[in-house]
């Protein structure tokens, strides 16, 4: 059964490093998500892309965080500097594309900054 | 602006006991609402969604626009259903599902 992927599972960085995440959704999904989950609460969307264009990027931390998807297939979501205040469980979706279809996710990254 | 409400953090009940996890949401037009599920050490995966009116694994959920309302209902929770559930909702047209921040059914035998 196709899944999504992300890599790492975890990461342990230190404060004001750069960090990286990376996401490799099932074939033929034309859009992608990134999600922030703060322990305690649900995923937060930080932005969707449709093939390699970004669609919504309004919740992200643009002065820290970047996101791209070249080739409209895999994506790298980047944060730096990294703050005490970004440890989180990130995770990757994907979809279809068509209105309403069901978002389908991968496992996520837990990112601890210290 | 569109938002998911899940006001139980945690629902406790007895194996055999009706569940009921409670889900409103607020969105200026015609929503697409879901019901997500994270079992423990899986990742989250589609439980339901009310444009399909199915019965998923026993649970049930009716849209009630009136009451802006969307909860999930199974009449006898079984321990497998132990985890974490979230409320999620897409406006018309919109691809962006927005979550509700979850509620952790526990069925204790």
């Known amino acids: 059964e196709a899944e999504v992927a992300q890599s790492p599972r975890y990461k342990i960085t230190e404060k004001s490093q750069a960090v990286a995440f990376w996401c490799d959704p099932i074939?033929?999904?034309?859009?992608l998500y990134w999600y922030r989950q703060i322990l305690g609460q649900g995923p937060e969307l930080l932005v969707q892309?449709?093939?390699?264009?970004?669609?919504?990027d309004s919740q992200l931390p643009k002065d820290r965080f970047s996101a791209e998807r070249l080739k409209g297939v895999d994506s790298t979501l980047k944060i730096q500097p990294a703050e005490l205040g970004d440890s989180a469980m990130y995770l990757c979706?994907?979809?279809?594309?068509?209105?309403?279809?069901?978002?389908?996710f991968g496992q996520g990254t837990r990112l601890t900054v210290v | 602006a569109q938002r998911v409400t899940q006001p139980e953090k945690l629902l406790s009940v007895f194996k055999g006991a009706p569940v009921e996890l409670k889900c409103n949401y607020s969105?200026?037009?015609?929503?697409?609402l879901f019901w997500y599920v994270q079992y423990s050490r899986q990742r989250l995966q589609l439980l339901l969604r009310?444009?399909s009116r199915e019965s998923i694994k026993g649970f049930t959920a009716d849209l009630n626009k009136g009451e802006t309302s969307f909860h999930l209902k199974k009449p006898f929770a079984q321990e497998e259903d132990s985890a974490m559930y979230y409320c999620?909702?897409?406006?018309?047209?919109?691809?962006?599902?927005?979550f509700g921040r979850g509620t952790s059914l526990i069925v204790h035998p």
């Open positions: 009310h444009i």
């Open positions: 999620a909702l897409s406006g018309t047209g919109s691809y962006i599902p927005t």
């Open positions: 969105y200026s037009g015609s929503p697409e």
């Open positions: 892309f449709q093939d390699e264009s970004v669609v919504d």
């Open positions: 979706a994907s979809s279809l594309g068509t209105v309403n279809t069901e978002a389908f």
């Open positions: 074939s033929g999904h034309a859009t």
